[in-house]
């Protein structure tokens, strides 16, 4: 995957949140801005390994988190739930990039129903 395809993104809430080696459902005022106009997006979950367990990417800087959004479109049934990745990096400067998606395979990339284990995560604590 080319760096050059990462994206700069606002996620504010993400210091709230990196390093915490959890997974998080993110409130809608906390999604990324390109998902706050779509109505297909039904869930977006964080991902941010501890510091210790970040993973080197193809740029100078460490994968620190990961996305996984769930999105409903009808034109796929008759597995309308699509759901990608979306590798995070933070800048020196302290901004986060996201990557292109990428295809899940847990869960399915495309699915008859919402992945019911993904409701065993809540909110990022205050």
Known sequence: ???????????????????????????????????????QFERIFVYCPDY??????????????RLLTERYDI?????PYNYNFY??????????????PIVTSSPPHHSSEPASWLNAYGPPPV
Do not use: C
Not at 87 to 100: E, K
């Open 1 to 39: 995957m080319s760096t050059e395809s990462w994206k700069q993104i606002r996620l504010p809430a993400f210091q709230g949140y990196a390093g915490s080696n959890e997974t998080y459902e993110l409130d809608r005022s906390h999604w990324p801005s390109w998902a706050h106009g779509s109505t």
């Open 52 to 65: 210790e367990n970040q993973i080197s990417s193809q740029t100078t800087a460490s994968i620190v988190g």
């Open 75 to 79: 034109k796929d049934q008759p597995k």
């Open 87 to 100: 590798m995070l990096v933070l800048s020196t400067g302290g901004q986060v990039y996201q990557s292109p």
